[in-house]
């Protein structure tokens, strides 16, 4: 199972992603705000990488709520290219909502979610009465 981008209050859903691809090949698109997210799962965790240029640790807040990992960064600069950012996953059944590490280097946000640790059944013997 993977984490499931979900857009809040957006009344075409991808849309705006859906229109940045078809006209990538006409240069930047100086009104995208949506972020590049890259999305990995091993055995043991669950990656994901989100491009926030512009943004310090501190304009950034992470939150993990009734299943759901809410990013949101705000800056108070003019000067920046992209001054806000709200984005929500979906986690999956098997994240371990407890054990979220986070990391800002060069303008990305490394995040790593662990995995609840499946018990293996205990075997027993079961007597007959």
Do not use: W
């Not at 009104?31 to 999305?39: G, Q």
């Not at 705000?74 to 054990?99: G, H, I, M, Q, T």
């Amino acid at each position: 199972m993977t984490l499931t981008n979900r857009i809040p209050n957006r009344l075409f859903g991808n849309f705006e992603e859906v229109f940045n691809q078809a006209f990538r090949n006409f240069g930047p698109n100086p009104l995208s705000r949506v972020s590049d997210s890259h999305r990995s799962e091993t055995d043991e965790h669950y990656r994901l990488r989100l491009d926030l240029p512009g943004f310090a640790k501190e304009d950034i807040n992470l939150t993990v709520e009734d299943g759901q990992l809410k990013i949101s960064a705000k800056v108070e600069s003019k000067d920046a290219f992209c001054s806000d950012f709200n984005r929500v996953f979906d986690l999956p059944d098997d994240a371990n909502a407890e054990e979220v590490t986070a990391k800002l280097e060069d303008g990305v946000v490394d995040l790593v979610i662990n995995k609840v640790a499946e018990s293996a059944p205990a075997v027993r013997t079961i007597e007959i009465k």
